[in-house]
């Protein structure tokens, strides 16, 4: 059985393994499976903007089907000394910058409490068949979702199916509802 650490470093190296073409197909594909999900009646939608660099799921897929439905989009901006995030409505004026770790946040903005949100979709690395989920190892989604509403949804993205083996949670850990991967979701 491996530990979440090692689970995080595997799925880091599988996912450099991944070219730009495979990136942006696998990404289209969970773009195309969203749409088939009955999560569009919500109004507010927190999305995660990718980090290239970690070749995170291209989230610019979703941002168009989210716009092109007209429903509220809003980002974060991570503050590593409280390891918190601040919300921030997506409009045409905000200003998108990468910070120091390569993550594109917006500079200021409208901020969205936190009791809004309805759907958060949701960084990962790995999950399991129970929703869990193993992030950065930081907890700043952890964090997140504890403060959102109960049913507000959480949507995992991910290129990978999940693990054969479940994870062990902490007591502080958030489980998804829905994982939405390039061939399939998986509710829990």
């Known amino acids: 059985m491996m530990t979440k650490a090692e689970i995080r470093n595997l799925y880091k190296q599988k996912r450099q393994h991944l070219s730009a073409l495979q990136i942006e197909e696998n990404s289209i594909a969970i773009a195309n499976q969203a749409l088939q999900l009955d999560i569009w009646q919500h109004t507010y939608y927190h999305l995660f903007l990718s980090m290239a660099r970690h070749k995170e799921v291209d989230t610019s897929m979703l941002l168009h089907v989210l716009q092109g ?41 409208l901020e969205v409490p936190v009791h809004k ?20 190892g930081q907890g700043f989604y952890d964090r997140f979702l504890n403060e ?10 991910s290129f990978f199916e999940p693990l054969d083996q479940a994870l062990q949670p902490q007591t502080h850990d958030v489980a998804l509802d829905v994982v939405i991967t390039p061939e399939q979701h998986y509710w829990f």
């Open 69 to 109: 439905k007209d429903k509220q989009v809003v980002v974060s901006k991570t503050h590593f000394k409280t390891h918190s995030l601040s919300h921030f409505l997506l409009t045409d004026a905000t200003i998108i910058k990468e910070n120091s770790f390569g993550i594109p946040e917006p500079q200021d903005g």
């Open 117 to 136: 949100i309805d759907v958060v979709f949701v960084p990962l690395l790995a999950f399991d068949q129970n929703g869990h989920r193993i992030g950065y």
């Open 148 to 157: 959102c509403r109960n049913d507000t949804l959480k949507v995992g993205l």
